[in-house]
């Protein structure tokens, strides 16, 4: 005798087929849309990390370049390259200044100063009376009193002449692998990426007067356009030189 809750019904075959394909079907379309919004995340990324390189990258350009002939003995224009996607410039970038407590003949090579510390081997320096500039490289890493040089000045300074870092910075465009085009930066030597995937970088010059000039003594403003990934529109930056 059945069971009186006993049910006659029954999931055949066919049904589970269906059941099973409807699943695979939702299963796919879950998937297909967890990749498409990876991707989309993925591309997000990639362009929130390319603008806040620009905007890091000009930044650093900017603050260096409104140094430009801080590092500069008198008379002596800051550029040294004008170019449409190139710019060469000194500077002091860390503001090392100190100044001789002892009066320098012609043949001495090394130098007593107010403070020497912190400043570098291999670090170009200029020497500054009131009538008169020298530059020289440094032998070692200064002292507290002291700064030692590769070779004599050839010319005397007086007690109290200015001496400070003079730092030779260089940002170009350069072409990478697959086509692809970095800002780079290059100060005192070794270079290293500052800007990547860079679709648009243009300089223009100007004068006082805010006419375009290529002549280096000249040269009081420069314009910045930059442009990374697939921006149709960058950005433009004119910055003055302080120095």
């Not at 055949?12 to 087929?17: Q, R, T, Y």
């Not at 007086?158 to 001496?163: I, R």
Request: proline residues 3%; charged residues 20%.
């Amino acid at each position: 005798m059945r069971h009186p809750l006993a049910s006659n019904a029954g999931i055949c075959l066919a049904e589970v087929m269906v059941a099973m394909a409807a699943g695979g079907v939702i299963l796919s379309a879950t998937f297909q849309a967890l990749t498409l919004f990876e991707s989309k995340l993925t591309n997000q990324q990639s362009i929130i990390g390319r603008h806040q390189d620009q905007r890091l990258g000009l930044h650093v350009l900017e603050e260096e370049l409104r140094l430009a002939g801080t590092g500069t003995p008198k008379d002596t224009p800051a550029m040294m390259t004008l170019a449409a996607q190139e710019l060469e410039f000194t500077a002091n970038l860390e503001n090392l200044t100190t100044i001789l407590t002892e009066p320098v003949s012609a043949l001495q090579q090394d130098l007593p100063v107010l403070n020497g510390s912190n400043w570098n081997e291999g670090k170009r320096i200029v020497i500054c009376s009131t009538d008169h500039c020298a530059e020289a490289v440094l032998t070692r890493d200064g002292r507290r009193a002291s700064l030692n040089l590769t070779a004599p000045l050839g010319v005397a300074f007086p007690a109290g002449s200015e001496v400070f870092v003079s730092n030779r910075v260089r940002y170009y465009l350069s072409a990478i692998s697959g086509g692809k085009r970095n800002v780079m930066r290059q100060v005192d030597g070794g270079a290293n990426a500052i800007i990547g995937d860079v679709t648009q970088f243009q300089l223009d010059y100007f004068n006082r007067q805010g006419q375009p000039t290529r002549d280096a003594a000249s040269v009081s403003r420069v314009r910045i356009e930059l442009a990374v990934g697939h921006d149709r529109q960058g950005v433009i930056s004119e910055v003055a030189l302080r120095g």
